[in-house]
């Protein structure tokens, strides 16, 4: 039985001519204007205009003892956490078409809004042997409702792989060549008119509550090291006693290699022609290979800012420890 009753509506499909032609409109006139908009210090920022007013929010919504909420920056490992998090709650037997079609996302921009499980539709609790739902959001905290019985699982990730990561996913998903210079790509992610905030204030708005015993705070980087390890300790923080065939399936279910062989159980889809039709969300899966795509100086300008943000929010996370630049 899929994990909820909700069925999406039929994804967009472009048939091979319709990809051809949007070429003419694509290269023709939006390449040019974007690239005179970059000139002119307006690109890529009105992405982040268009994406903010377009950005759902929680709502009058209080989460319950039913709701794990994972509470991750843009690209910071969400959909990993929720594969983990969704297989435990169900055991590692949860069977969906697609991800979003289990776990809503309050906060998802207006043009995924449709394809995704609203909050308000209970099925997912309901169908978990555990009684538990995840619900996804890239909201710092200052933004997601907080109750006492529900649990929060707060993930960060090396913002350089952050940078990188958000850079090909959105080239990937509808960007093409629209998308900005990589030093004007690197303004932009640092910048506050980013559209999921600050990644300085996304990380120290989770790391003031860790010690809380319903927030568990975790790193992307830790959790490649040893994903088993992983698993073991966020089924200990939702109550689930998993046996070692759960176990094993979670592993299995949550590994890059499943995960990128079943793309388009959590992939957007292709939402313009040009755009990819091989699966945008899973690419490398990979930590600490931001140096494969940035110079030492970007690398190092990151740091500083991010690292400077943290101080002035008055956040003691080890930046250098878990995230300094590596020769």
């Not at 070429?23 to 268009?50: F, H, N, R, S």
């Not at 600050?198 to 010690?211: G, I, K, N, V």
Request: proline content about 9%; overall charge neutral; glycine content about 6%.
């Amino acid at each position: 039985m899929l994990a909820s009753d909700f069925v999406p509506p039929p994804a967009p499909t472009f048939s091979p001519w319709a990809r051809y032609l949007s070429y003419v409109p694509l290269y023709g006139l939006g390449v040019p204007i974007v690239k005179l908009m970059e000139a002119a210090g307006q690109w890529p920022y009105a992405i982040g205009a268009v994406m903010r007013k377009s950005m759902g929010d929680f709502g009058d919504y209080l989460p319950t003892a039913h709701d794990v909420l994972a509470c991750s920056y843009f690209k910071c490992g969400t959909t990993w956490l929720l594969q983990i998090a969704l297989q435990i709650a169900h055991r590692g037997n949860a069977e969906f078409d697609n991800i979003h079609a289990v776990v809503p996302w309050p906060d998802a921009p207006g043009m995924f809004a449709r394809n995704i499980i609203p909050l308000s539709n209970p099925s997912p609790a309901q169908r978990s042997p555990t009684g538990l739902r995840v619900i996804k959001t890239h909201y710092d905290s200052s933004k997601v409702p907080y109750a006492t019985d529900s649990r929060y699982i707060a993930v960060t990730r090396d913002p350089k792989d952050a940078c990188v990561s958000g850079y090909h996913f959105l080239h990937s998903l509808a960007y093409g060549p629209m998308m900005p210079s990589i030093p004007h790509w690197i303004d932009f992610f640092l910048s506050p008119k980013f559209p999921q905030g600050s990644w300085a204030r996304h990380l120290s708005s989770y790391w003031q509550l860790r010690d809380r015993t319903n927030v568990l705070f975790l790193t992307y980087e830790e959790m490649k090291l040893d994903l088993k390890a992983t698993v073991r300790r966020i089924a200990g923080f939702l109550d689930v006693d998993l046996t070692q065939d759960e176990a094993d399936a979670v592993n299995h279910l949550s590994t890059f290699s499943y995960m990128k062989e079943a793309k388009l159980k959590f992939d957007p889809g292709q939402v313009v022609p040009w755009g990819s039709d091989e699966g945008a969300m899973l690419r490398r899966g990979e930590r600490g290979r931001s140096g494969d795509f940035l110079t030492p100086a970007q690398q190092q300008r990151i740091d500083d800012h991010c690292r400077t943000e943290l101080h002035r929010l008055g956040c003691d996370f080890p930046y250098d420890e878990a995230f300094g630049r590596r020769p």
